[in-house]
Structures are given as structure tokens and as C-alpha cells.
């Protein structure tokens, strides 16, 4: 990890509007995320955690919309142009969804979905290129290259999330995001596709967003902890400090749950 921010988040609200109704969904949350540094945030449903990673990648559509800023290469995010968003997004800021049936298309093979990613953020239209990407993006995650031919639907639930990982990190970005990347996973399936995760992460010196509700998964991945509660970080600092040493009443009941569990 290098002491060098490559995202910063400054006073970051988030206001979802529907029917002429607005919902304060993230207050104020500010943070800075280092080069090679996986910062975990951990909070219950509805907490805000979803809805910051989606601004990073400036998802937050019309007639919702974040105020504050995300800086990213001297630029805020947030006033960016679609043009320049579309430079970044999916190419130098990725992300891996909880949903890897419905992120992955249906009606095309593995193979055409990497295709679709290498052609559009890469720009790469030599098919001998796009076989040698493909092949070397499955065996990093430990997949046999005869994947690449198969149907999401005829792959387990494991399988497709190292898919939208390798996917996720082909084009070689410098911040992923991962939402919830284990949901609805076995135990041991989860452990293998963190681990995997992980090691994509520290071998290739991107920087990572860990969003879960699981502190144990937290505990396993991050450098560094923020809790969300409320649409606002309540604690934040390295995991190790706010395990030892919880300051806010919500985060001492997640550690001791935690413990519990441990035990």
C-alpha cells in the first residue's frame, strides 16, 4: 500500500427523488482511499453503503442527484461530462455486483460477454488479442479456459462471480469497487471467492471499495473500516483500531456480534 490517495471523497450527500418526494440516502461521508488500499464499509441495509459506490462511478441518475465531491485525477466525478465519465467508467473505476446472474448477459456465451468489455473500454478488435486476454483473465481466477463457451445459467453461483471478477479487473483499473461481490454464496464458496478477490487486488496494485453487511468478511479483506449507518460514517480507521477499540454504541454492538460469533 502507498501513502498516496488516488480517490477522495469530500462531503458527500446523496438525495433520491421519486414522485416529488426526496430521501436523504448518504449525509456528509467523507474519506480517502490509497493506492493498493482495500477500505471496507460495513453497515446494515439501507445504511448508504450501495448508493456511495454508485456515485463513485456517477450512477446517480436524474432526478436523484450527489452533492459534494469525488475526486478522481484532479477532476470531481460528480460535475463530470457522460463523455468523460464513459473514459473512466468500467475502465479505470470498475464494479462487481452481489446479482452475477442478472450482471452477466444471458443470452451470450462467457466468451462474448469478455469480448463486449475488450471491445468497448478497450478497444481491441484483433480476435487472436481477445483469446489471449480472455484465456489469461479465467486462469488468473482459476477457471479452465473451456468456461469461455458456456451460458451463464449453466455455471454455479461461484463460477459466474470469478467471471464478473476477472471481467471487473481485465481492463486493468486503478479502483474497483465490490458491492456485496458474496451474497447468497455457501460459506466455503465465499471464502474462495474473497480469497480469490483479494489476491486479483494485490497482485495487480489496484485499490479497492469492499461493501458488505459481513464484518467477518471485512475482517479477512480490508486494510481499513468505515461504518455506515444512517447515510453516514460513524466510525472509521484501520480494522484492527476499531475492532480493539470501538468509539460509536452501534459500532461496539457489530464488533461484539462479531466476537460472539468468533467464540
Known sequence: MIDEDILSVRDLSIVYSSYGEEKNAVRNVSFDLRRGEILGIVGESGAGKSTVGKAILGLIEPPSYARGQIT????????????????????K?????QASMNSLNPVQSIESNFISVIKDKMKINDKIEWERLIDEALLSVSLPIEVKKKFPHQL???MKQRILISLAMITNPQVVIADEP?????????FY?????????RTSGASMIFITHDLPAIVFMADT????RYGEIIEHGPVSNVLSKPQNDYTKKLVGAYYEVEL
Do not use: P, Q
Open 156 to 158: 454455479s453461483g461461484g
Open 93 to 97: 473505476i470498475t464494479m462487481i455486483f
Open 225 to 228: 473500516l468505515a461504518v455506515m
Open 72 to 91: 478522481f485525477e484532479n477532476r470531481n466525478i460528480l460535475e463530470m461530462s457522460e463523455y468523460r465519465l464513459n473514459k473512466i467508467r468500467w475502465n
Open 193 to 201: 471467492v474473497l480469497s480469490v478477490l483479494k489476491n486479483k487486488i
Open 182 to 190: 458474496t451474497t447468497a454464496l455457501d460459506v466455503i464458496t465465499e
